[in-house]
């Protein structure tokens, strides 16, 4: 009895110790990434509500600002038609 209660105290402790090491990423590759030049690409992020444009010539990390509340949404045009 005493045994089967130390296997089963072992094996809550082990799982419970392997969901910890999963949820806090030990172990994982987390590398940045080198910023990629998108300058020919002809890449902009454009605000719906007022019109602002912002060119994009280097992405690294992909995050979309917000302009007037909203979330600026991606454009990517012709080359030859640039604002």
């Known amino acids: 009895m005493v045994l089967s209660a130390i296997g ?11 969901a910890l090491r999963a949820a806090s990423g030990v ?3 987390i590398e940045p990434h080198e910023p990629e030049d998108v300058d ?8 719906r509500e ?19 509340g909203e979330p ?5 045009r012709s080359a030859g038609a640039g604002a």
Not at 8 to 18: M, Q
Not at 50 to 68: D, M, W
């Open 72 to 76: 600026m949404e991606v454009l990517r």
């Open 50 to 68: 007022c019109g602002t444009e912002f060119r994009v010539t280097r992405i690294g990390e992909l995050q979309i600002p917000r302009h007037c």
């Open 8 to 18: 089963v105290a072992v094996l809550i402790a082990w799982l419970g110790l392997t």
């Open 40 to 47: 020919d690409l002809e890449v902009y992020l454009v605000c």
């Open 27 to 29: 172990g994982l590759d």
